[in-house]
């Protein structure tokens, strides 16, 4: 029996762009205004598309590990050893190596990058403008990762991260996840039709979606809190 799934909605809030400013300036205000919006829509479906591809906590089907290196502000760093105890729970659930993707968090890009110098000189391939394949993960890079409780527990996505709480980083097998794309549609009023403010209003609504097809193939890793003394 098929699935249904509702998409999720990305909306923009209005933008006024007056009719004094589109005749003053020596830009394109509109185009930009469009711009900015475009952006502000991929931005918020990408980060809520990372939060959907995350486990909800550690379990069999969908493993959460902590990381093992040094002690850095109050937490331990990401080193390659925590990839390749990734790598093996990948391994004993039997997912295909092919296809495997582990989004790194900035912080744990910053830990490889201090600690291990053949990450360093690997880390960006200028020909393909990608991070560097790790133990048969291919690496990428994403600032917007999702956050953890101290508990292992995945925040509820839009909840501010708090004290204790840790980001992310994320591991999938990319052909069993999914994604959907509805319509894009642009709302604009003109200024002719505002007597009062002469004023055009533009905003976008866009719907999307990325899921895991089950509850399975997927993973993440978590800096681990120091140890007290």
């Known amino acids: 029996m098929d699935?249904?799934?509702?998409?999720?909605?990305?909306q923009t809030k209005a933008t006024p762009i007056t009719d004094d400013e589109l005749y003053a300036l020596s830009y394109d205000k509109m185009a930009s205004v469009k711009e900015r919006h475009g952006k502000a829509i991929l931005e918020k479906k990408y980060t809520k598309a990372i939060h959907a591809l995350a486990p909800a906590k550690d379990s069999g089907d969908t493993p959460v590990i902590e990381t093992t290196g040094e002690e850095v502000d109050g937490r331990l760093r990401l080193q390659r050893k925590d990839?390749?105890?990734l790598k093996t729970k990948f391994d004993a659930l039997?997912?295909?190596a092919p296809g495997r993707r582990l989004v790194l968090c900035s912080e744990h890009v910053n830990d490889l990058l201090s600690l291990d110098q053949k990450f360093a000189d690997q880390y960006y391939n200028y020909t393909s403008g990608?991070?560097?394949?790790?133990f048969g993960f291919e690496?990428?890079?994403?600032?917007d990762n999702p956050y953890y409780t101290a508990a292992g527990n995945k925040k509820n996505f839009g909840v501010v991260a708090g004290t204790g709480d840790r980001q992310a980083s994320v591991a999938f097998y990319a052909p069993d996840m999914f994604k959907a794309m509805g319509s894009t549609k642009m709302y604009f009023s003109e200024a002719k039709t505002d007597p009062t403010m002469q004023r055009n209003l533009i905003n976008f609504r866009h719907y999307f979606i990325v899921l895991p097809k089950k509850n399975r193939c997927i993973g993440a890793i978590l800096s681990a809190a120091a140890p007290t003394t």
């Open 139 to 143: 690496i990428y890079e994403y600032q």
């Open 130 to 134: 990608k991070i560097a394949n790790l």
């Open 3 to 10: 699935k249904v799934f509702q998409l999720d909605k990305f």
């Open 83 to 85: 990839i390749v105890d």
């Open 94 to 96: 039997g997912i295909p």
